[in-house]
């Protein structure tokens, strides 16, 4: 069975500073995608990641991903308060047109 | 265009009650799923819908939960009788057929508390 683990699940910095999110999963996937929840709002996709080594960036985030570890990560550099929000990963099992989230992020940026 | 649309946003009920959840789809969507996700778990997959047909329905709960997509448009998901632990946010997403889980698009949700 796929499982997908994320840490921490919490996380509360200051502003300006740089942190990790990990994502590790089970089994082979074919894609690894990131998501950011603000409260009471819909998941919005940020990141899809396909091949091992791969990395995205989009302004103060970027992810990465190496499938011989099972391991995603998701960078912040500055953080400002603006990127507090719940962040999920997940992966999709091989042939099935579904998603494995992990239990996802709760980031709290203070000015 | 629209979003993906999800009604009601909230809904209290007591343990034994019956609750219907809308689903909205971007127009033009074939495939429609549920998850949900229960005390700040994890989102967990319940069906997939493509078109007006079940797809894969391999994480529905129990048979308390009867989803359904008439015509291949919105798509309701009814709890009877609804239980404690069935408290949680269910979302709806959609996709084009072809792009199926890569480009999903989620609803807001729908809060539900049973008490």
Partial sequence: ELKVEQNPLFLSMQEGKNYTIYCNYSTTSDR???YRQDPGKSLESLFVLLSNGAVKQEGRLMASLDTKARLST???TAAVHDLSATYFCAVDSRGAQKLVFGQGTRLTINP | EAGVTQFPSHSVIEKGQTVTLRCDPISGHDNLYWYRR???KEIKFLLHFVK????DESGMPN???L???TG????TLKVQPAELEDSGVYFCASSRGREAVEKLFFGSGTQLSVL
């Avoid at chain 2, 291949?72 to 798509?75: L, P």
Wanted: aromatic letters at 18%; proline letters at 0%; a positive charge.
């Fill in chain 1, 32 to 34: 690894l995608y990131w």
């Fill in chain 1, 74 to 76: 998701l960078h912040i």
């Fill in chain 2, 38 to 40: 229960v005390m700040g």
């Fill in chain 2, 52 to 55: 007006e047909s079940k797809q």
């Fill in chain 2, 63 to 65: 048979n308390r939960f």
């Fill in chain 2, 67 to 69: 989803a359904e997509r």
């Fill in chain 2, 72 to 75: 291949g448009t919105y798509s």
